[in-house]
Structure formats: C-alpha cells, structure tokens
C-alpha cells in the first residue's frame, strides 16, 4: 500500500480526495483535543477546539459535495494513510489547563503548516487543474489564518501569567 | 500488500478516552497502531493486546482488540502464554522504557531468544511519568529528576543495542515526528514472522526536558532510510544504535532477511507429531501401571 | 507372621539405597500388596546422605508408618542424620554393616534396645558376588526377601527388567548378590517370624506413582493445556511431566525465565482462554504473589501448585513442612479469596488436582494447590482409579446474547460472569489488574470498588458449604476429636484407628479445602467436641491461627504443632489422646466431688 504521496500523478479527483482526508483529519484532531481539553478540565480550549472541528467539517463537506457532482462515486485511491498533521495541529500542541489563546494559536500554527504544505505541493504539480485547486486551497488557508487572529485580537490582553503557576502539581497514579 | 477494505483506522478505536496528558506523545502511537492494524486487516477480535503498568501502558485499553493492562513489568511473559496458547493470535505487547527495560528487563532477552512472533512496542520517553518523573533505565546520565536531584550517575540503557545484541531478528524505531512512517514501521514489525521489537522515542510533555518534545527530537532525526542503511546488516545496524541517546534514527535498523522458524510454529508440529498414538487423556493414570 | 512392615534405610548416595527402596516398593506391588515409599536427602546434590521409608501391607496404607520394624544402616553417621524420620523401638529389628567395626552390643542408638540387631558383611558380599561393592543395595533386597518374604522372585525380575538393556552380565551380577543376601538370612532366622503374610492375590492391577507426577496426570485429565513455570525443588517433576505428555493433548510448557514469569505466561494462556497452571515452592510461592492478584482481579482461571519444603526461604529444600498455610490463603496484596486445597495422599492428589481446576474454572478464580514435599514425592501403590466418576467443569462462556452487549465483569445472581477470550467474535474487553467496571473499563470510584470486591468475595459463598471438601470419620458426636490436613492427615486416621481400637471416642476431620474457612461445617463438626488436637507440621502453628481466626473453638482444642521434618507418629498421637482423656474425666470428676 502507497503511504506517501505522488503530487506529480495526482489526477484532481485525487486532490479533491486528499483535500477532503486533510479536513477531516483536521476535524478529527480537533474533536480529538476538544475530548482531552474536556477529559482535563480545561473548558474554554475545549469549546474552541468544537468550534474548529465544526468549521473543517464543514469545509470538508463543502469540498466532498464538489467532489460528488464532478466524480459522483468513484472510488478513491488515496487514503488517510498518505497524510499526517497537515492541516490537524500537532499532538504537541496540546497541554492541559491551556488558555484559549493557546488554543487559539495552536490553531493559528497549524493553518500556517497547512499553508505551507500546499506551498511546497505547487512545485510538483503536473496538472492544471490539481495545480489551480491547491492554489485555492492555498489562499484559503490564508483566510482561515485571518480569520483565527481575528478571534485571537478580540481575546483581553494576556496577563503574562503562565497558568502553570496556578494550578496544581500532577497525580501520581 | 493492500489493506483489506474491511477495516479501517477507526474501526480500532476504542470509546475510552485516553488518561494521557493533553501534548503526550503517546496520542500518536496509538494513532499509528490503528493504522498498521488497520494496514494488517486482522479483525479486532483475533488481536491480543497486552501490556504492563505505566502511563505508556494503558494503551490496549484505547483500542478494540482483546486487551489486557497486566502489571508491572510483565507484559512479555503473559503475552507469550497466549501466545504459546493460540498461536492463531496476533499478539502485541506494549509498555514504557521503565516497564520494559526496568522492572520487567530480564524478560526481553529470553523472549528474544525463544523468537515468538510476538510484535513488542516500547514508548520510551526516558522517565516514569505515572509516579511523577523519576529517573527511568533510558534517562541520560547526568538528568536532574526527583529521584536524581544532583543529576543521575547511572548510563542509561541502550534498548536498540539491547535487543539487537540478544539476537532480535527485526529492530526498528519511531517517532510521533513521523506518524506515517511510524505506522508503516509497525506494521512492518507486525508482519515480521518472529519477534519484533519497535523502540518509540515518544516525550513526557509533563516530565520530559525541552531537548525530548518533538521540536527537539526532530532536530536530530534521521531516516535510515535516507542514510542508505540497509537493514540486513546486523553489524552495521549495532553500529547505528551506537548513537541512541544523542541522534534519534527512524526506520528499521534490522531485519533478519531469512527468518527463523518460530517457537509457536514449532510447538504446532510438536503437538501434531506427538499427539498420534497417544493415551486418550481418560486412561492417562496407564501410565503409571508398573508389571 | 505381619500384616504390615516399615522399613528404614539410609546410607550415603553411592549405597543406593533409595533405588534399593524403589526395587522394593515394585517388586511388594507386582505381588499384590499396598505400598508407600519416602525418601529424605541431605543437602548434597550427590554423594550426600539419603534414606528411604518403605512400608508395605496386606492392606492399604493411610501413611509411612511410626517406629521402623526394621532400620537398615549401611553406615551409622548417615543413618543417625535422618534422627525422627528413622525411629527406631524395641520393636525394630536393625541390620547393619559389619565393616562399620561396631559390635552389635554397642551400636549407637541411645535410650532403646532394638528386638535384635544383626550385622551383616554387606560390602564383602557384594564384592565377593557381584565383583563390585556396588551392589551392597541387591544384598540388602536379598536379606530383605529371606528374612520377611517379600520379592523373592519379583525384585530380580524388576532388576532384570531395567538392565537388560545394558548388560546380561550386569543382571548376573546382581544375582548372584540377591542369592547371597537371602542365603544370609535363611543361614541366619530371626528371633521372631517376621515374615509378611503372603497377599493371597489381592493385587490385580496396581498403580505405582508419586503425588507430582499423579498432580500432573491429573491436571491434563482435568483439561489442562499450559504449564508455565520454573524448576524448584520439590515440585519440579510437575513441569517434566508436563513436557512428557501435555503437547500430545494439544498443550505446551514454558520453562520460563523466573518464576514471575513462569506464573505470567500461564496467566497469559488462561486469558487466552486455556485452562493453565504453574507449579512451585514456598521461595517462588512468595515470587508469584503478585500475578496473583491480578489472577484475582481479573477474574482469571488459574491451578497454583505449591509443593511445600521447610521455610523460610531455602530452609529445608528436600524436607516437607506445613508453613505455607499463611502464605498461601493471606500472601497476595488487597482483599481477596484465594481458595486453597490440600490433598493428603498420592491417591487424592487426583481428585484434589481435578477439584482445583473445577473451582478455579467456575469461579473464575486462582486456586492454590497445597501438596507438601512427602506426598510429592513418595511412592505409593494404588488401586486403578475409574476416570469416568470424575466431572470435569469448565468456564462459563458468553451465549449469543450476551456477546450482543458484552460486559465482561456483568453482576449476576452468583457474581459469576460469562468469560469471553481473544478470538472470540463480540467478546472483545480489557482485562487488567486495576479496579474495572462491568465492561472492563478501568475506573478509580470507590463506589465501583467496592461492588466489585463484594463480587469478587461473594461469589465463593457456596464453595464454603460444601461438605464433599472434609472427611470426617469417627463417632459424629465423639467428645474427642483431631484435625489435620495434607500428609499429616494420613498419620492421624491411623491414630484414630489405634484410638478407637483402644476404646477412645474420638473423631477426626480432614479439611481438603483450607482455605476460604467453611465457618459451619467446622461449627457442626466442633459441636460436640470438648477436647481436641489440630495436628500439623507448622512451628507457628498456622492451621490452629487460621481456624482461631475465623471461629470459636472449643475451649478444649488444642495445638499439636511442630517444625516440619520432624514427623508425627500415629503412637504419639494416640498417647496424646489419652492424656486429653485423663483430662477430661479429671475435670468431670472435678464437677461432681467438690473440694474439700
């Protein structure tokens, strides 16, 4: 089973495919973060973490709906297999008792590593069409950027405390 | 090989919700464990899943196979009973470095040298996070711990030295820096028909020193791969593990191109050959007849 | 003429007198008698010295017997090594080496005047015989069979049997050693007629076998298919039988690393779904406490083997003692029952081993077996013993309904839930040695745990009532009455036969299951008694504490206890009955002549 990708044979019903598996993969991570959040009762990076997991959901649908009227049901060839953390924020990101401006710049990091995977896609790029649906994908990233330092300006300024001096030391077990 | 469309990653996926500290490395590895059961295509249900105490080792407990969180240190010798018992099984064994190489280290050498196929997963994160950050077999020398507040005398433990010198046929290392390539390699491992051991280098968030996150371990990962390392060649492999503690290699070190017969096989052809002509077990107390 | 004989032999290893004691042992069961061999060794793994205890009857034998009827020294320093494990009485007829320089007046056993002491060149005949002082032990088998008639013909049979194989001149050799033993003994009569009352065919088929390997036979009879473990004396036998025979059953052995690991993989088979044992002694009990909580907690299946020696630690590795009792039902960390079993001779070790795994399957439990170093490695005669009688019980599984939601620690009427294992479609579930819910999810609420242990515990309510566990024997309302469990129970139903003989009103009970304490039946049993003796081999007397522990015994019981290898007599008992006697009428005499 192929594990990576071939950018230079991906046909554009591929990349609307692997466009799909990254929003989802981004989705999944975020509920992912959200349950820890949850788990670790950190509560507002938890609600942050839905928010996020609701907009690449729905960025996924958008993109599997225009998938479904150009290739209707056709099986796809790339799997989940081939892409890791591309648009999901690094499991490293997480911490308990993080703040939601954390949270929020953990989501901030990962839109720039997404941006810069289609970046660094372009150059491999054979086809036309796969080429001017990355560079879509590709300034979209730019706007869920804006977007997330929009949220992150409205946030009251940071104290410059670090929560981790609050709180208490971990459980043994 | 492909994967079978029946299983996918998810279908691996248990409802518990991980203890793990939120940023523990240990979130990846069980990610990349679907994904190579998932790659596998076993279902669920003829998987044993088994591992000893520590954070590392409420894993099982994360995925749908038959699980079993066992206690400290003995993971190995209970998943060789099942082994031994349904060979039909596939058996994996996980733990951290305190587990494995620790408590429990007197282990691994004779499972090694029995070559059962079982698929053994270290998540070493060089210090024991459930008790709250004590030195572990794999912390560097010199490390300040509680256990170790003057720094640590001790030189850690070499487990992909270890293994190799003991004999495993297939030696390999991973990372949360490479899920992909960690997934593949534990599926490679799975595949291997003998024992195989994975050495996951996989960071205490809460514990661990800045130099272990994965930001610090990608700074000095290297693929084996890419070193045109080629993994037939125990010597040069020994070689490579050399360098644990200081560079973090990924990919497989070795893997014995010709596997030995393993023990579980072994005992299948015992147990036929011996089994014709015996007593049937009713009159099993014939034996004791003395004319 | 006798019905029964002890023999006591000890030498160094090189005099073979144990495999003398075996050539013995067949040869008295090809010709229909019953039969019981011991052997004690010192602490040399060759060379040091060893003794043997054979007693043979037209009857069958509860035990090894008391005082020796006849003691054989082929050397004294090593025969007086054995001390009470060789009595010897006015009753015992002694042969010894001539060559030992010691005149029969002055051998050097001290407070007794044996019934006759004979000594014999037994070196000088082997050599002159046989060419080779070897064959001193084929001397003694043929004073043996000229002064008390046993094995004339069938000990050189036996012999015959085992070295045609080597050599025909090696069989000519012993010959002509046994011919001169028993040419000796018919030139030299006993005083008193000592020769075994002939068995008149009551043979037929005998079984001849030690109380290891009849644990073993027994464990695969009983469906045993894993056999984890490590070798430690006196239980390793277990293990090598294992490896004869278990694969032709579809089973397998791990001789494991350690002893952690040996109780591990047998852990592992059970989760696998196999019933699985591991066998050991006191120091490796200790190793595998562990494993056996999580046994425990995990609700697996599981024969735990104990093969007792004297303790603590190495203690007296080739002895057997009763100190593990404590070990055994407390050793394991956490709030627990580990039923505990205890069989009493070679024979019930079958039935002992089967009930084991009966208990550990249906209640989803580990089970410790408690033998001890005699029974496990004494030879006895049996009669065959009808397989068929015997119920095999296996695990409860999951029925299809049950694997439609499967919770593997489900609360039921019984505390007993049904037992999925890997490869078992719907049955997937953790299993693990923290506290779980009904699926297996692990959890930290106090509440869950102490529903869980009330499980756990509960669930062996119904092993407590069960009366098939003791043998009781006697007048039901006798006022008199012993206790005694494991080997020692065999020299006490001897004592109670001599007692009642002599008009006591006595009682015994033999617990086969120690472990959980079955409050009532001890409460029936203890009802009319108003002395008694708890016989074991424990300095600590740990039989007495346990029961002390969980009952109120009768005012009147009392401990007889002492370290092991140090054997009781069934003589001594009797006369500790009789002093429990004097007592008791003293105190009713007291009652009913007031004092002055």
Redesign the interface.
């Known amino acids: 089973?192929a594990?990576?990708i071939d950018f230079a044979s991906l046909s554009l019903m591929d990349a609307l495919d692997l466009a799909i598996l990254i929003e989802d993969e981004a989705k999944e991570r975020y509920e992912?973060?959200a349950?820890?959040?949850e788990?670790?009762r950190?509560p507002a990076a938890a609600t942050f973490f839905r928010l996020m997991a609701h907009n690449e959901a729905k960025h996924g649908q958008e993109l599997a709906d225009r998938r479904g009227q150009l290739f209707g049901g056709l099986t796809p060839t790339v799997?989940?297999?081939?892409?890791?953390?591309v648009e999901a924020p690094?499991?490293?990101?997480?911490?308990?008792f993080?703040s939601p401006r954390q949270a929020m710049k953990a989501a901030l990091a990962s839109e720039i590593k997404a941006h810069a995977f289609f970046v660094a896609a372009l150059p491999a790029l054979k086809d036309a069409e796969v080429r001017a649906l990355f560079e879509e994908l590709r300034d979209e990233e730019v706007q869920h950027q804006t977007l997330v330092k929009a949220e992150l300006a409205k946030l009251p300024p940071d104290s410059g405390l670090s929560d981790e001096d609050f709180v208490d030391?971990?459980a043994?077990? | 090989m492909s994967a079978t469309c029946e299983f996918q990653a998810k279908d691996y996926k248990s409802d518990l919700k991980p203890i793990w500290c939120p940023g523990c490395g240990d979130y990846s590895v069980v990610q990349g464990i679907y994904r190579a059961m998932a790659a596998i295509g076993r279902p669920p249900h003829e998987i044993a899943f088994i591992s000893g105490i520590g954070c590392s080792s409420r894993i099982p407990g994360y995925t749908t196979a038959y699980g079993f969180n066992t206690v400290h240190g003995r993971a190995l010798p209970i998943a060789q009973g099942i082994k031994l018992a349904n060979p039909d099984l596939l058996v994996l064994a996980a733990g951290g470095d305190g587990d494995g190489f620790s408590i429990g280290g007197g282990h691994i050498a004779h499972l090694i040298r029995r070559n059962i196929d079982i698929t053994y997963i270290v998540m070493d994160n060089q210090i024991y996070g459930l008790t709250k950050g004590q030195l572990s077999p794999t912390s560097q020398k010199g490390r300040t711990t509680c256990t170790s507040p003057y720094g640590s005398l001790e030189n850690p433990v070499n487990p992909l030295l270890y293994t190799l010198a003991y004999g495993a046929g297939f030696v390999a290392q991973a990372s949360p820096t490479d899920l992909v390539g960690m997934a593949a390699i534990i599926e490679e491992a799975i595949r291997y028909p003998g024992f195989a051991f994975v050495n996951v280098q996989s960071p205490c968030v809460t514990y661990g020193e800045e130099a272990q996150q994965i930001k610090g371990l990608k700074a000095i990962s290297e693929s084996l791969k890419d070193l045109g390392h080629d993994p037939a060649d125990r010597l040069a492999a020994m070689d490579l593990a050399q360098h644990y503690g200081s560079k973090m290699h990924l990919g497989v070190f070795y893997k014995n191109p010709e596997p030995p017969a393993t023990y579980d096989a072994q005992i299948r052809e015992r147990q036929i050959q011996l089994s014709q002509g015996a007593l049937p077990k009713e009159r099993i107390l014939d034996l004791f007849i003395k004319k | 003429m006798r019905k029964d004989l002890v023999f006591g032999m000890a030498g160094s290893g090189g005099d073979g007198i144990v495999s003398a004691g075996d050539s013995l042992l067949q040869a008295a069961s090809a010709e229909g008698y019953h039969g019981v061999m011991t052997k004690s060794f010192g602490s040399q793994i060759r060379g040091g010295e060893s003794s043997c205890r054979v007693r043979i009857s037209t009857d069958p034998v509860l035990n090894p017997g008391g005082n020796l009827d006849v003691a054989v020294a082929l050397n004294w320093e090593d025969f007086l090594k054995f001390g009470a494990e060789l009595p010897v009485a006015g009753t015992t007829v002694v042969i010894y080496e001539a060559a030992t320089g010691v005149p029969e007046n002055q051998i050097p056993l001290v407070g007794v005047t044996p019934l006759q002491v004979i000594a014999v060149p037994i070196a000088a005949m082997a050599k002159e015989t046989a060419g080779t002082e070897r064959a001193k032990n084929t001397v003694v088998l043929g004073l043996i069979a000229g002064w008390f008639g046993i094995g004339a013909v069938a000990v050189m049979k036996g012999i015959s049997r085992k070295l045609a194989k080597k050599s025909q001149e090696l069989v000519e050799a012993n010959q002509k050693a046994f011919d001169a033993g028993m040419a000796f003994a018919k030139e030299h009569p006993l005083k008193a007629d000592m020769t075994i009352v002939p068995s008149e065919g009551k043979g037929g088929v005998k079984l001849l076998t030690d109380g290891n390997d009849m644990c073993a036979a027994a464990a695969i009879f009983a469906g045993c298919q894993f056999f984890g473990g490590y070798p430690i004396t006196p239980s390793t036998e277990i293990m090598q039988f294992f490896t004869n025979h278990v694969w032709k059953y579809g089973g397998a052995v791990l001789q494991a690393e350690d002893e952690i690991a040996g109780i591990g993989a047998a852990v592992g088979a059970s989760f696998a779904g196999k019933k699985a044992m591991t066998a050991t002694s006191g120091p490796g009990l200790s190793l595998k406490s562990e494993m056996m909580g999580l046994a425990s907690i995990a609700e697996l299946p599981l024969v735990i083997v104990d093969v007792q020696r004297g303790g603590p630690s190495t203690g007296l590795p080739t002895k057997t003692e009763q100190s593990d009792l404590f070990a055994a039902a407390f050793s394991a960390h956490g709030d627990v029952i580990r039923p505990v079993l205890a069989p009493t001779s070679v024979a019930d070790t079958f039935r002992t081993t089967i009930e084991a795994f009966n208990i550990a399957e249906y209640y989803q439990t580990p089970v410790i077996i408690l033998s001890d170093q005699e029974i496990a490695s004494r030879k006895e005669t049996l009669d065959p013993i009808d397989t068929s009688q015997f119920k095999i019980i296996n695990r409860l599984a999951p029925t299809g309904s049950d694997l439609q939601d499967y919770k593997r620690f489900k609360q039921t009427e019984n505390h007993i839930s049904p037992i999925s294992h890997p490869g078992m479609l719907g049955g997937t579930y953790l299993a693990s040695g923290i506290e779980h819910v009904e699926s297996g999810a692990p959890t930290n609420s106090g509440s869950v745990h102490a529903r869980m242990n009330d499980k756990r515990i509960k669930k062996f309510d119904p092993l407590k009532e069960r009366k098939d566990l003791f043998e009781i024997t006697g007048n039901p309302n006798a006022p008199l009455a012993l206790v005694a469990w494991g080997s020692v129970a065999g020299v006490c139903r001897e004592a109670l036969q001599m007692a009642r003989e002599q008009g006591l009103d006595v009682k015994l009970m033999v617990p086969y299951l120690l472990y959980p304490v079955a409050e009532q039946t001890y409460r029936d049993f203890f009802a009319s008694v108003q002395k008694g003796l708890v016989v074991e081999q424990s300095h600590l007397a740990q039989t007495f504490k346990v029961l002390r522990m969980h009952l109120d015994l009768p005012k009147g019981l009392q401990s007889l206890a002492r370290s092991g290898a140090n054997p009781f007599l069934p003589g001594e008992i009797v006369v500790a009955l009789h002093h429990l006697l004097s007592e008791l009428q003293r105190s009713h005499e007291g009652k009913l002549q007031p004092q002055e």
């Open positions: 089973m594990t990576r992912e973060f349950a820890q959040m788990q670790h950190t799997t989940r297999a081939m892409i890791f953390d690094d499991y490293d990101e997480a911490r308990a993080m030391e971990p043994a077990q």
